[in-house]
């Protein structure tokens, strides 16, 4: 690409970013010289409550409340009295345990109580150990913090830990395991390296260009890679939001036009009742909403006004609402009635919104659409005979559940192409960071080829290493920290 630019009096700038591997910030934690104690295992009445300690000051802490002079084993349960080390008074019969740094979970010194979970015993320890000198609470957060800041976890795994204390379903769980797990982590490592290499054959042609022990394809070597690594993340750019939608939860819409069971089914799906059901057609005139676990996916489920016209103007801006919300889908769940298709609100519903939603499916889309024929049971014995060619349908009765399973399996495998298949496939990215530092990675190789001289190009593959040491934690700044570490409770 620059053969025969050598000669230009320009020398790329020295010191390379640091590497993609785990690492923690380059700001030391909040009171990172303290040794901090909390609750861990939330709060409320349980059989065992575990509190937790970590900083030097962890040893001296368990020693006064057991009143011994010897630690435990490391990493070994045992029974035993703990007491306040200012009264003598006995709190509680513990199991105790010792984690010397760096082997623990924070890479510090850490301590572990595991009570009786009554509200009086742990307002007891955690008393008695705020009267132990150079202790003090923790702040939502801290003990993560310290891993990372400790590189016992980098960012992504830290955003993975985050998850995995939030997941509410087993898509969630996956996904939040896998990427506690190092993945995503360690595929941008390896993506580092090669831009390593590449820097390393950019910076070799300009400072030794003359240089007849030189290999001549090394700009071309470092061309190939630059290219190949373009494609892989160019697609893991064109997820469609998959990954974002896993952690925050799909939006799944039901519509039809009145009296379609569209309520039934939102009540079904929801296993609660969430929507007025009654004959009497636009019952809903607004949208309704209830966050769902369908077919182990986390979904936001909306039930809407019918759609029709010519009625009231509240009625009518339900509709609309109803519309507006239709255009926000991931899913639609179109709902028409099996017993009444050649009416003019069903063949209206056809010819607009089914339509309209099979044509964006065929154009690649990520909306999609699953059409239900409800009311199964209210069919005659020789089954459905539509007036008019369908798209592809799924029969259901929300009255006697036939249907139910079929239509559960369909949800799965289309919340599996919404959300991604956290079971397979490479690392999602579930959060707009990961997003914005692979986009800025993506743009900085770009710079990269069209780049006129060595010098830029030397430059361009820094800024796209920095973006991916950005994404797992290297160099990044105490307002984003702020913001990931403040999705914890605290104790974790």
């Not at 490391?74 to 019969?93: F, I, K, Q, T, V």
């Not at 797990?181 to 290499?197: K, M, N, P, V, Y």
């Amino acid at each position: 690409m620059w053969r025969g630019l050598w000669t230009l009096p320009v020398r790329a700038a020295r010191g390379l970013c640091r590497s993609c591997s785990r690492q923690g910030s380059s700001a030391p934690a909040p009171g990172s010289g303290a040794t901090i104690f909390a609750l861990s295992s939330g709060q409320g009445r349980c059989g065992v409550a575990v509190i937790r300690t970590s900083g030097p000051g962890s040893g001296p802490a368990l020693q006064s409340l057991t009143a011994t002079r010897d630690l435990p084993p490391a990493r070994s349960a045992r029974l035993r009295l703990l007491s306040d080390p200012r009264s003598g008074e006995p709190l509680d019969r513990a199991l105790v345990l010792w984690f010397p740094g760096p082997q623990s979970f924070t890479g510090e010194d850490c301590a572990e109580f595991h009570v009786h979970g009554g509200p009086a015993v742990v307002t007891g320890v955690l008393q008695a150990l705020g009267g132990v000198p150079g202790l003090r609470p923790a702040e939502a957060g801290e003990f993560t913090r310290r891993a990372f800041a400790h590189g016992k976890l980098s960012l992504t795994e830290v955003e993975g830990l985050a998850d995995l204390i939030h997941a509410e379903t087993e898509a969630q769980r996956r996904q939040a395991l896998r990427q506690l797990d190092g993945e995503l982590g360690r595929l941008c490592s390896e993506w580092a390296e090669i831009l390593t290499t590449a820097l390393a054959h950019v910076e070799a042609y300009i400072d030794f260009g003359e240089d007849d022990n030189l290999e001549e394809d090394v700009l071309e070597r470092a061309n190939s890679a630059v290219r190949g690594l373009q494609v892989a993340l160019g697609t893991h750019l064109q997820d469609a939001r998959r990954g974002q939608r896993l952690r925050s939860g799909a939006h799944v819409v039901v519509a039809g036009p009145p009296n379609a069971g569209k309520s039934s089914l939102v009540n079904l799906l929801s296993q609660k009742p969430v929507s007025i059901v009654s004959p009497e057609p636009g019952t809903t005139r607004d949208v309704l909403e209830t966050p769902v676990d369908l077919a182990g996916f986390p979904v936001l489920l909306s039930d809407t006004a019918g759609l029709r016209e010519g009625v009231g103007p509240v009625e009518q801006e339900g509709v609309r609402r109803a519309r507006a919300r239709l255009e926000q889908a991931d899913l639609i769940l179109a709902v028409l009635d099996a017993s009444d298709l050649a009416s003019p609100s069903s063949c209206n519903f056809l010819d607009t919104v089914v339509a309209h939603g099979a044509t964006q499916s065929s154009n690649g889309s990520s909306q999609r659409l699953l059409l239900v024929l409800n009311k199964w049971d209210l069919l005659p014995p020789q089954g459905l005979s539509p007036s008019r060619a369908l798209p592809p349908y799924l029969l259901l009765s929300c009255l006697t559940k036939d249907g139910l399973d079929t239509l559960l399996e369909a949800l799965r495998k289309e919340l599996a192409a919404v959300c991604g298949d956290p079971s397979t496939g490479p690392p999602l990215l579930t959060r707009a960071r990961h997003q914005h530092h692979l986009q800025g990675c993506l743009d900085a190789l770009d710079q990269y080829r069209e780049a006129g001289d060595l010098a830029l190009a030397a430059e361009a593959l820094r800024v796209a290493r920095r973006h991916l040491a950005h994404l797992t934690g290297g160099g990044g700044t105490e307002e984003i920290l702020d913001v990931i570490f403040r999705d914890f409770c605290v104790g974790k």
